[in-house]
């Protein structure tokens, strides 16, 4: 069985960093499994990609949170990490890992998800 459980998240204040890690369970990172960073505004559809970790040095992230966002992944410990510098408040969202086998920015198209943790950033 799947599990995947995210923490990390938080309040913090515009321009400050933190760091979401995302533990998997039943899910093979080190065979190549891809663990996918979403985030979801209330009201907003869920399926706004952040980054997108595939392998070792095989990442991904949306143009727009290049420079700030930064993936990585921890095959020993079967976890991904989503890095967050220089928060802004359209920041806030709940993010959620998502794993699937193929490195894709389509939420439908990743198996199994995490609950979720909220980011909230605000002064």
């Known amino acids: 069985q799947v599990q995947l459980v995210e923490s990390g998240g938080g309040l913090v204040q515009p321009g400050g960093s933190l760091r979401l890690s995302c533990a998997a369970s039943g899910f093979s990172l080190a065979h190549g499994g891809v663990i996918g960073w979403f985030r979801q505004v209330p009201g907003k559809e869920r399926a706004e990609v952040s980054c997108i970790s595939s392998g070792v040095s095989s990442t991904y992230c949306a143009d727009s949170l290049k420079g700030r966002f930064t993936i990585s992944r921890d095959n020993a410990e079967n976890t991904v990490h989503l890095q967050m510098n220089s928060l802004k408040p359209e920041d806030t969202a709940v993010y959620y890992c998502?794993?699937?086998?193929?490195?894709?920015?389509?939420?439908?198209?990743?198996?199994?998800w995490g609950q979720g943790t909220q980011v909230t950033v605000s002064s």
């Open positions: 998502a794993a699937g086998d193929k490195l894709t920015v389509v939420a439908d198209e990743y198996d199994y």
